[in-house]
């Protein structure tokens, strides 16, 4: 039995290369979990094998913009020459009905969350080595050789923001990677924070009552 009945607002970061997809797809093919993704919008070209509203929202930079004006973002930032942003609307909706929602985003957005959102959870994925991450980079074939050299420059720069997030996970193996994540995300639901209210309802005190006879 679970205390909190609200749903946390998970916020994955991590270099560009590190498997940050694949490892949310691990955590997403874990069995009995409430877990639900935040498809973001994005102005860069759509991937090969990428389908438009699973992966991401694809619009143009007109769009995107006429978003931001509208105030329709819970996050957005430029990474690499584009824009890529959290929309608002489902999110608060979602983690009222008890689902944990996940946003797998860049460094600059995460710290925009963080402001609005205190109580979300910042995991940061780390490769096991700088190296593996390069090799990773350079064998997905997806982008230019200049792109990928950008992406290694953001990588090297977002690497110094680890320190901001509340935990750090190295992805050495995927299912290990998933793993610590759904461990952590167990034991902030156990958090007094988010549990306290449902604790007093439960045992039938309130909070000034119960803290009375403390040291008694
Ligand atoms: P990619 O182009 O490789 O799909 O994504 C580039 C970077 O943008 C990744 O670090 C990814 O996590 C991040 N990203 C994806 N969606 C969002 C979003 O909605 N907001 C922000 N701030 N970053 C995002």
């Known amino acids: 039995m679970k205390l909190d009945e609200r749903g946390i607002l998970i916020v994955i970061s991590g270099p560009s290369g590190v498997g940050k997809g694949t490892v949310r797809q691990a955590l997403f093919n874990m069995k009995g979990h409430n877990l639900t993704y935040s498809v973001s919008m994005t102005t860069r070209k759509m991937r090969p094998g990428e389908v438009d509203g699973k992966d991401y929202y694809f619009v143009t930079k007109e769009e995107f913009e006429q978003r931001i004006k509208e105030d329709k973002f819970l996050e957005h930032a430029e990474f690499v020459g584009n824009y890529y942003g959290t929309p608002l609307d489902k999110v608060n909706e979602q983690l009222d009905n008890g689902q944990e929602v996940v946003l797998e985003i860049e460094v600059n957005g995460a710290l925009q969350v963080k402001k609005k959102v205190p109580d979300c959870v910042m995991i940061f994925i780390v490769p096991p080595s700088k190296q593996a991450l ?56 156990a958090r007094t924070s988010r549990s306290i209210d449902k604790y007093y309802e439960l045992i039938g005190e309130t909070d000034e009552n119960s803290e009375e006879n403390i040291g008694n």
């Open 134 to 189: 390069y090799d990773r980079l350079m064998k997905r074939g997806t982008e230019s050789e200049d792109v990928i050299k950008q992406r290694v420059e953001k990588a090297n720069r977002e690497f110094k923001v680890a320190p901001k997030y509340d935990y750090i996970v190295v992805n050495d193996d995927v299912n290990n990677a998933a793993d610590r994540i759904m461990a952590i995300i167990r034991a902030e639901h």
